[in-house]
């Protein structure tokens, strides 16, 4: 029995040239030889990414990750102090030095994706967090 080929629809975007030269350019190192699937797979992660976001009750693991400046003065306590105010919800750090100005944080955490964003909100606010990234897991019921 043949399997059944979903329904696609055509849609049309605009992107800036070098947008679309750079996503060509990457696709075509990832082994993409069509445009449209690299664009569905590129969605896909998209939403995996932020879908948790929408569900305030599901509960699961993240990884947060941090760039910082570690020369601001006093961020590296900051941090920690965030880390130890969670300390129920925190599993795991790393810290990486990555040159002589920044440090890589990451911060495994169990919980709820509420919790996880009141805990991404803290970070966030802090002067000189550069970059802050998380992917997060549901637990399967």
């Known amino acids: 029995m043949k399997e059944k080929r979903e329904e696609v629809k055509r849609i049309s975007i605009s992107l800036p040239p070098t947008l ?3 996503f ?13 699937r690299a664009i569905q797979e590129a969605m896909r992660n998209f939403i995996s990414e932020f879908q948790w976001t929408k569900e305030p009750k599901s509960s ?7 760039i910082y400046n570690h020369e ?3 961020l590296d306590e900051k941090i920690t ?3 130890h105010k969670y300390r129920d ?19 495994v955490v169990k919980c709820s994706s509420v ?27």
């Open 89 to 107: 919800l925190v599993s795991s750090t790393l810290h990486i030095h990555l040159d002589e100005t920044k440090c890589l944080a990451v911060i």
């Open 24 to 36: 060509e350019e990457v696709s075509s190192s990832m082994g993409y030889t069509e445009r449209s």
């Open 60 to 66: 699961g693991s993240a990884v947060i990750l941090l």
């Open 115 to 141: 919790e996880v964003k009141k805990i991404c909100g803290e970070f966030a606010s802090l002067r000189g967090i550069l970059q802050l990234k998380v992917d997060y897991f549901e637990h399967s019921v």
């Open 20 to 22: 679309l030269n750079l």
């Open 81 to 83: 102090d965030i880390q």
């Open 72 to 74: 601001v003065g006093g």
